[in-house]
């Protein structure tokens, strides 16, 4: 019986969550179903773009949560 393997195994793959065992099953079957392999480059690619991002919030948020800390008596940090 062949497994069917789902985006969340991909995900499993790519973190390293899978056994050794159920990891070269999904080789085999990368090597083998070009629809997998499409799956698992756009997960890679969507992976290296989110590890690029930089998040900081807005000057808005900043200041307003620095004139609440103000308001309410908050210690800076």
Not at 19 to 33: C, G, K, S, T
Request: without cysteine.
């Amino acid at each position: 019986m062949i497994k069917l393997f789902t985006p969340n195994d991909l995900v499993r793959y790519i973190y390293q969550e899978m056994p050794e065992v159920e990891q070269e099953l999904l080789m085999q079957a990368l090597h083998n179903d070009e629809n997998l392999m499409q799956e698992y480059m756009e997960l890679l690619s969507a992976i290296e773009q989110l590890d690029q991002i930089q998040l900081q919030p807005s000057e808005k948020v900043v200041k307003a949560i620095k004139a609440k800390a103000k308001s309410t008596g908050l210690q800076k940090v």
